[in-house]
């Protein structure tokens, strides 16, 4: 029988909330000189750790770190909306994850990110609705398009199973993948 529970899990959750808490409050901190946030570092290290971790140790974290940013940006009343966008781009990761190209998951799962619009225009008016709308749509598109160039960068030198070190020498790369 398998634990969900282990050191390894416990320990990948706290890194990985702490590195997507610090992301997340130094935008939110810049986001509150400038106005609005328009890109959302910790969604991409969320994106981009699909399918390279535990897939509930990587939605707990994001839910933590997420809830974290909520609560130091002063919007405590994100929180609920914030944990049900990141359930739903875990789960549409585990249906999709056979059936599409991770590049095409990123653009797909990410599309709950939109949930937000609806939650701010029940929360407050139109107006509001359409700046939001605005900011989701550019913190989206920024988002994927970062998310996607990571991993198409990192895949490509994988591939390639050649890496540079220091010295500008080449150095051949092993990668025993036990997932495949």
Known sequence: MKKWITTKNITTCSLLSAVMFVMGAAISTIASMTGKSIIQFSDIIFLIMLGKTNLFTLILSAIIAGSMIDLYAGGA????????????????????????????????????????????????????????????????????????????????????????????????????NKNN
């Open 77 to 176: 009343i994100f929180i609920p909306i914030t944990i049900l966008v990141k359930i739903l781009i875990g789960l549409t990761y585990l249906l999709l994850r056979k059936k599409v190209n991770i590049h095409i998951i990123f653009i797909i799962s990410y599309l709950w990110i939109f949930i937000y619009n609806l939650y701010t225009y029940i929360l407050w008016d139109a107006s509001t609705l359409i700046v939001e709308s605005i900011v989701n749509l550019i913190q989206y598109s920024v988002t994927v398009v970062f998310s996607i160039a990571i991993v198409f960068v990192s895949n490509f030198k994988l591939q390639n199973n050649i890496l540079k070190n220091d010295y500008n020498d080449t150095v051949e790369v092993t990668i025993n």
